[in-house]
């Protein structure tokens, strides 16, 4: 089969993490016989400085053109102190909204390998940790009309408004259910029921749409609750779906308890079958050119798009235990080095995962 992709490498470190990626695809097609094409467009710091603006016009059209994306990262202390409304970050934000993105995929796994990086005592992960938090990405407080400040009877007010229509909890719905079909079948929704009317809503129609996934084991918790839960005994989740604040605060939490930023990869996804993948972590400015980032994050990305754009589950499984194998033979990048095991770069980690496929 033939597959187009829409490269953004972005800044820092995004250029040397996607390199490695491509290669690993590549090898994906060469063993598999598919054929990936790719085209490379401008995001961030490096847009920037070519054309003046974060998203040009000619990046949504390349990004639209393709089958998938992959992002690197973007951003940097280059452009630390330029006008706020054309910072690198506006290009990432500006894309998920240009191609509709609404649902965020972030898997937070603990690699057996990667156990002593876990922030968690070894008894609590005794079960292992393989989390997989759906967001919604467009919606809730962070949209929610009306917003800002104002003064009232004398007194500064600052507010925003959590809001949800029922198609929008729906459709991440529907994606949390789906993405727990792919996995173990279990699903959590998160909300602030108990309290929040937008989460009764959220509650109610969470609830209704399971009846279209009989075998989904559907759990609900508050959101105060799901972030003890997270670290007292994180091995109950499969999928948790929940909406943007909470989501944003919860993936953070399940990523962080793994200890390797450099590990995690993410997907963002819309209506369409168009999705964009990038890892979790940002550009890490401070090891940029120095052939020292972990390509993994960005390389389980790949796996992601082959396992949700393309529907090649046994390919998507090869590159996670080409992952595995090479934690498994003792390589680590520097983020990930722990006494025992050999030190390679950037370049040799995705070699050494194309090795293995
Ligand atoms: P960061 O994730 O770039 O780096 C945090 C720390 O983790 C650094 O010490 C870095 O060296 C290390 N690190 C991150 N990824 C690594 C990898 N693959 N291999 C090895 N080490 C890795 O976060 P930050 O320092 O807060 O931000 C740096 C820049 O990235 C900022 O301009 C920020 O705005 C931007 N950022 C971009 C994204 C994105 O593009 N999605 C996300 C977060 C931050």
Known sequence: ??????????????????????????????????????????????????????????????????????LGAVGGPKWDTIDPAIRP????????????????????????????????????????????VVRELTGGAYFGE?????????????????????SEIRRIAKIGFETAQKRNKRLCSVDKANVLDVSQLWREIVIDESKNYPDVELSHLYVDNAAMQLVQNPGQFDVIVTENLFGDILSDEAAVITGS?????????????????????????????????????????????LRFSFALEEEAAAVENAVSAVL????????????GKTLIGCREMGQKVVEQI
């Open 146 to 166: 009306p917003r800002g400040q104002e003064v009232r009877n004398g007194e500064r007010f600052g507010f925003n408004t959590m809001v949800y229509s029922e």
């Open 261 to 305: 930023i450099g590990m995690l990869p993410s997907s963002s996804m819309g209506d369409g079958t168009l999705a964009l993948y990038e890892p979790i972590h940002g550009s890490a400015p401070d090891i940029a050119d120095q052939d020292k980032a972990n390509p993994l994050a960005t390389i389980l990305s790949i796996a992601m798009m």
């Open 1 to 70: 089969m033939q597959f187009s992709l829409c490269l953004l490498p972005g800044d820092g470190i995004g250029p040397e993490i996607v390199e490695q990626a491509v290669l690993v695809l590549h090898a994906v097609g060469k063993k598999y016989g598919h054929t990936f094409t790719t085209t490379s467009a401008l995001i961030g710091g490096a847009a920037i400085d070519a054309e003046g603006v974060p998203l040009p016009d000619a990046t949504v059209a390349a990004c639209k053109e393709a089958d998938a994306v992959l």
């Open 89 to 132: 970050e506006k290009g990432l934000l500006g894309i998920r909204k240009a191609l509709g993105l609404f649902a965020n995929l972030r898997p937070a796994k603990l690699f057996p390998q990667l156990k002593n990086a876990c922030r968690l005592h070894p008894d609590v992960v005794r079960d292992g940790l393989d989390v997989l």
């Open 328 to 339: 498994d033979a003792g390589y680590r990048t520097g983020d990930i080095m722990e006494s």
